[in-house]
């Protein structure tokens, strides 16, 4: 399969707690966030995102929390399960200019 | 799931040898993208497509070409590839404009020796 990455931080936790992976972005002008996940041999997918005039947004299982003010995200996955073992990446972009500037990720590992 | 297809999903090749990536989608989206993936730098931008035959650079677009003849098709081309361009290649599109959410594809990791 494709690895993605060597040297990425890493979260442990148990099976059936809640995680919660964090996010530093760059751009204090950014405007849209965005999470992926990406598990072993597979391509990145979508799990949720939110804008900049939201600072909270909640899908099934996930919540994503934006704190503009320290240029942070994070993403909370309640009652994790063996399927959530993937790499985690949170991107950023500014509606108009054409990109998304994606972070490194964390590897999340749940433990029976 | 998104319907991309990404061939070839495995190649080995020489220094100096073209290379040609293709995805194939069967959405109808109008956005395609071409990104690599390298230890220590996550998803990095190398071209993407706004429509048949309109195409622009990304960040890393050095020693790469694309090329978008059809809406369902977008071709990557190492001219001669190096090794710095051993890497993952994902094909990602979407329906409307960046930023925004993206499919991407399975993944092609291409080794240049």
């Known amino acids: 399969g494709e690895s993605v990455g060597l040297h990425l931080p890493t979260l442990s936790v148990q099976e059936g707690d809640n995680s919660i992976i964090n996010c530093a972005y760059s751009?204090?002008?950014?405007?849209?966030f965005i999470w992926y996940k990406q598990e072993s041999g597979k391509g990145p997918q979508f799990i949720i995102d939110i804008r900049s005039n939201m600072d909270k947004r909640q899908g099934q299982r996930v919540t994503v929390l934006l704190n503009k003010t320290v240029k942070h995200l994070s993403l909370q996955i309640a009652a994790t399960q063996p399927g959530d073992s993937a790499v985690y990446f949170c991107a950023e972009g500014i509606q108009g200019a054409q990109k998304l500037v994606f972070g490194q990720g964390t590897r999340l590992t749940i433990n029976p | 799931d998104a319907g991309i297809t990404q061939s070839p999903r495995h190649k080995v090749t020489e220094t100096g040898t073209p290379v040609t990536l293709r995805c194939h989608q069967t959405e109808n989206h109008r956005y395609m993208y071409w990104y690599r993936q390298d230890p220590g730098h996550g998803l990095r931008l190398i071209h993407y497509s706004y429509g048949v035959k309109d195409t622009d650079k990304g960040e890393v677009s050095d020693g790469y070409s694309v090329s978008r003849s059809k809406t369902e098709d977008f071709l990557l081309t190492l001219e001669s590839a190096t090794s710095s361009q051993t890497s993952v290649y994902f094909c990602?599109?979407?329906?409307?404009?960046?930023?925004?959410?993206?499919?991407f594809g399975e993944g092609s990791r291409l080794t240049v020796l």
């Open positions: 990602a599109i979407s329906e409307g404009p960046p930023p925004g959410e993206l499919f």
């Open positions: 751009n204090s002008a950014s405007d849209y």
